[in-house]
């Protein structure tokens, strides 16, 4: 059953309690400036147009405070990022100047390995050295003055180009050789 008095009562659910009036509602189309033209709600008669295009942009509160908030976070981050990019620069470098020392490293290793040849180290020992095996003679190129003439120094004739002894037959070549021999002209590298 329902209450008699609750039926009868002119209060309603949304009334301020202890009010005894109803609490204001508004319709939709009630609220002022719904549902009409520019002029009119900006409260102009006729006479005055508002242009649609120009709107006034309005910085509130916020927007002020939001800039500023990240305005203190690129000046807080602009150092640290800084030196982040700094630092990746210096790894980049470092990394590269390891993968020039490996290719170094792999370079000698590599020498390292044709001394365990016996050929290379008795080329070696001739070249560097002066050695010579046993039964062999060895000699020394000396200059005018009787000075010997170090590894560097070369013999050659003057008059001829080396190039063209390299192009035509072997037996060109070897008596351009001999040719070379017979006029040596001395050219000493210090």
Same mark, same amino acid.
């Given at each position: 059953? @329902?209450?008699?008095?609750?039926?009868?009562?002119?209060?309603? #659910?949304?009334a301020?309690?202890?009010?005894?009036?109803?609490?204001?509602?508004?319709?939709?189309?009630?609220?002022?400036?719904v549902?009409?033209?520019?002029?009119?709600a900006?409260?102009?008669?006729?006479?005055?147009?508002?242009?649609?295009?120009?709107?006034?942009v309005a910085?509130?509160?916020?927007?002020?405070?939001?800039?500023?908030?990240?305005?203190?976070? @690129?000046?807080?981050?602009?150092?640290?990022?800084?030196?982040?990019? #700094?630092?990746?620069?210096?790894?980049? =470098?470092?990394?590269?100047e390891?993968?020039?020392?490996?290719?170094?490293? &792999?370079?000698?290793?590599?020498?390292?390995?044709?001394? #365990?040849?016996?050929?290379?180290?008795?080329?070696?020992?001739?070249?560097?050295? /002066?050695?010579?095996?046993?039964?062999?003679?060895?000699?020394?190129? @000396?200059?005018?003055?009787?000075? =010997?003439?170090?590894?560097?120094?070369?013999?050659?004739d003057? &008059?001829? #180009?080396?190039?063209?002894l390299?192009?035509? &037959?072997?037996?060109?070549?070897?008596? /351009?050789?001999?040719?070379?021999?017979?006029?040596?002209? =001395?050219?000493?590298?210090?």
């Open positions: 059953m @329902v209450n008699a008095d609750m039926a009868t009562s002119p209060r309603r #659910d949304n301020k309690p202890g009010s005894g009036r109803p609490e204001r509602r508004t319709r939709v189309g009630s609220r002022p400036g549902g009409l033209t520019p002029n009119a900006a409260g102009k008669t006729g006479g005055e147009a508002v242009n649609p295009t120009s709107k006034r910085i509130t509160g916020r927007a002020i405070a939001l800039v500023c908030v990240l305005m203190l976070v @690129v000046l807080f981050y602009a150092p640290t990022l800084r030196i982040y990019l #700094d630092e990746k620069h210096q790894i980049a =470098v470092l990394e590269q390891i993968r020039d020392k490996n290719s170094e490293i &792999s370079k000698l290793e590599g020498e390292l390995a044709r001394w #365990d040849d016996p050929n290379y180290v008795r080329t070696q020992a001739r070249s560097r050295l /002066g050695w010579v095996l046993p039964g062999e003679t060895g000699f020394r190129v @000396v200059d005018e003055n009787g000075n =010997v003439l170090a590894g560097g120094a070369e013999i050659g003057g &008059s001829e #180009d080396e190039s063209q390299v192009g035509g &037959s072997w037996i060109a070549r070897m008596w /351009g050789s001999l040719e070379t021999a017979d006029k040596p002209t =001395v050219k000493i590298k210090r």
